[in-house]
């Protein structure tokens, strides 16, 4: 998902290469269809030996007037590296997102108490209170002037870049390096430090970091972003690296001028929408952020679950990422310099992770992968998919959860049954069952390396 064409190229190396020749299709004939190998159908795929040593080259400057990509060496540590880093979450069209979650662990730190249902509702509300407050402020104020609010007992201020048209305003993310006046001259890097969890579930338990609802109309704890991009006084930016990350539209079709929730609707083909935390970037934590974008964090840690519900319909069209849907992991380097192009640290192996994605056209068969960059490079890690495939929900909504496990490198993917909650907590038991390998038909086990 990270190249256009590229990307499925790539799939194909490690499908051939991998899969075809450790799993020889347990369950079934393996087919061969449009360049594409399929096995069976599963509920469940276990993926092994996932983490990665040596290094990738991260982004460390980004020159709009020549088109500069300057890079050094970033190790890759510990278990589920590199995608124990920060991650954001991509969806592509057709699809509808109906609901999603971010789960990490609590510890033995003194447990945060997360309010009662009737007490969430009220500040879903406040919520949306909140933010029409705020926008009819910058309405009131002229853009570029200071705005100040009382909110819950605390002053806030911002200078206004909301000029009521609908258009994102072109603003540096918070704490991005400011681009050097000399070309090709290197900004000094920052380390990135991952956004802390909001609420610890206590030792054992698993708690919700973020929580989407379409049909209630809430988001908390995430941000929706897409590649649309801002409007900037100069177009040079956008000729030498494609348009940057902005706040998406209500409906995932067009950018932003601020956070927006994303509506109970149908995203069109090929239109993409990513989720990160709704924490931004300051001082540098995120590393480098390309100064055109909006900087948030994204979801890091080695252990860590995204739970969702969504449905992926037949569109009837044909061409380059048409009736084409997908749902990916990202290492937040990548879409935070240049998802679809070489200034990022895909192709040296920052991490990438396919979880349902249809490779053609009406195709109603889902693929995952992982990808660790281009396999031709020395810095590239472990890459490898699964011959074995989702059914498309062409017609209905699927719920499906992704767990890292951590410590012993492992992470599943499974489908889970109709009417799954989104709870606050997730048990041990409960991560348990998700990470269950059976020894059924419905599940798939691939070992990287």
Not at 258 to 281: A, G, R, T, W, Y
Request: proline share 5%; aromatic share 8%; glycine share 10%.
């Amino acid at each position: 998902m990270r190249n256009l064409i590229t990307a499925g190229a790539v799939v194909i190396v490690a499908i051939t290469s991998g899969v075809a020749g450790q799993k020889n299709c347990a369950n079934g004939p393996e087919t061969f269809d449009n360049k594409n190998y399929y096995c069976s159908p599963v509920k469940s795929i276990h993926y092994s030996n996932v983490s990665n040593t040596g290094s990738y080259d991260r982004v460390t400057h980004m020159d709009v007037s020549s088109g500069t990509c300057m890079k050094e060496p970033h190790q890759r540590s510990g278990a589920m590296a590199p995608l124990n880093e920060e991650l954001s979450m991509h969806f592509r069209g057709p699809l509808r997102l109906k609901k999603f979650a971010v789960y990490t662990p609590g510890s033995s730190k003194k447990r945060s108490v997360k309010p009662s249902i009737h007490h969430r509702r009220h500040d879903h509300q406040h919520f949306h209170e909140h933010n029409k407050e705020i926008r009819e402020i910058q309405e009131r104020e002229a853009k570029g002037e200071e705005v100040r609010i009382t909110s819950d007992g605390k002053v806030q201020t911002w200078i206004n870049q909301y000029d009521g048209l609908g258009g994102a305003a072109a603003t540096s993310a918070p704490g991005a390096p400011a681009a050097a006046s000399q070309v090709g001259s290197a900004t000094p890097t920052t380390k990135a430090v991952p956004a802390a969890p909001s609420f610890n579930a206590g030792s054992g338990t698993w708690g919700r970091q973020a929580y989407y609802s379409a049909a209630d109309g809430t988001a908390d704890g995430l941000v929706f972003l897409n590649n649309k991009g801002s409007c900037p006084d100069n177009f040079d930016s956008y000729k030498a690296f494609g348009a940057p990350l902005s706040y998406a539209s209500g409906d995932g079709s067009s950018s932003a001028n601020s956070p927006q929730i994303l509506k109970d609707v149908l995203l069109e083909d090929p239109n993409e929408i990513m989720i990160f935390s709704d924490k931004k970037c300051s001082d540098g934590d995120c590393g480098y952020v390309r100064p055109e974008s909006v900087g948030y964090h994204g979801f890091g840690g080695a252990k860590k679950a995204f739970l969702m519900e969504f449905s992926m319909p037949l569109s009837g069209k044909n061409g380059l990422n048409l009736d084409m849907p997908s749902v990916w992991l990202l290492n937040t380097r990548i879409p935070q310099t240049q998802q679809y192009g070489s200034c990022s640290c895909w192709d040296s192996g920052c991490g990438e992770f396919d979880l349902f994605e249809v490779l053609d056209s009406g195709n109603t068969r889902c693929k995952s992968t992982i990808h660790m960059g281009d396999a031709t490079k020395p810095t590239a890690g472990k890459s490898g998919g699964d011959s074995d495939y989702f059914q498309r929900p062409t017609s209905g909504t699927i719920t499906a959860i992704v767990v890292f496990t951590g410590d012993n490198g492992s992470a599943h993917i499974k489908v889970l049954d109709d009417g799954h909650s989104f709870d606050t907590t997730l048990g041990a038991n409960d991560i348990e069952e998700y990470c269950k390998i059976g020894d059924d038909k419905d599940t798939s086990v691939f070992q990287l390396g």
